[in-house]
């Protein structure tokens, strides 16, 4: 009788332990590649991914951006104080137009409205170069987002995952071998591991792209500066007759 039951009693072990080796090989040999690791993270892993997309589109979106809008706010600032002085003031907003980069669009809102108090320019320049930075920064704000949904995002497919792996466990009846327990864990730290990397990029690209923002706001705000003191400089008889009243 004895020798009777002890195929029975052996038949659960054997198909707990081949289980256990279809785990281990799907992670050591045959799941090895990219895409089956994201595969065994399970349903998280696609709005994961999507996000990452959207980081890295985001930061070259941006960066190209901002390179284009960036250029060398002293030699605008010069040309266009020579102009004024000049008296010259249609060369001057001509030379901002064909420039189009935003500190020659703030310079050109200040040359339209001279003759005006200088108050009223001086407010003009300043809504233009508030207008430039909230262009410059448009969508960074998705970046900051990022940053805090993916870790959270990785978390709760941890979460998913064990409580999935658990169950199993439960079902049948505790009888688990280590390396199925094991196997269950580290498919449901894949998420917490893909969340982390994509916050990080994200948040990377958020400082980069904040960082190169604000020295581009910064050398608009003085070469805005320097233009209104141009305009409060002392004119010599001979220009006062050619610039405009």
Not at 29 to 46: F, R
Not at 156 to 181: D, K, R, W, Y
């Amino acid at each position: 009788m004895s020798s009777a039951l002890l195929p029975a009693a052996t038949l659960l072990p054997q198909q707990v332990d081949t289980t256990a080796l279809d785990t281990t090989q799907a992670a050591s040999g045959q799941g090895s590649s990219l895409l089956d690791i994201l595969v065994l993270g399970g349903w998280v892993m696609v709005p994961l991914v999507l996000l990452s997309v959207l980081t890295i589109y985001l930061l070259i979106e941006r960066f190209i951006t901002i390179r284009q809008a960036a250029s060398d706010p002293e030699t605008i600032t010069d040309r266009v104080r020579e102009y004024v002085r000049n008296g010259n003031v249609d060369a001057a907003i001509q030379y901002c137009e064909d420039k189009d980069v935003p500190i020659s669009r703030i310079l050109k809102q200040g040359l339209e409205r001279l003759g005006r108090p200088i108050s009223e320019i001086q407010e003009a320049v300043q809504a233009a170069g508030k207008h430039e930075t909230f262009d410059l920064e448009k969508r960074t704000n998705l970046l900051a987002s990022i940053a805090g949904i993916a870790p959270m995002l990785g978390f709760f497919g941890t979460v998913v995952g064990m409580i999935e792996a658990f169950q199993q466990i439960q079902n049948l009846q505790g009888n688990v071998n280590p390396s199925v327990l094991a196997g269950g864990i580290w498919e449901a730290l894949i998420t917490t591991a893909a969340g982390l990397l994509v916050g990080i990029l994200a948040l990377f690209a958020y400082n980069f792209l904040i960082g190169r923002i604000r020295r581009l706001s910064n050398d608009m705000e003085r070469s805005a500066t320097d233009f209104i003191d141009l305009l409060q400089e002392p004119v010599s008889a001979g220009q006062s007759e050619e610039l405009p009243s």
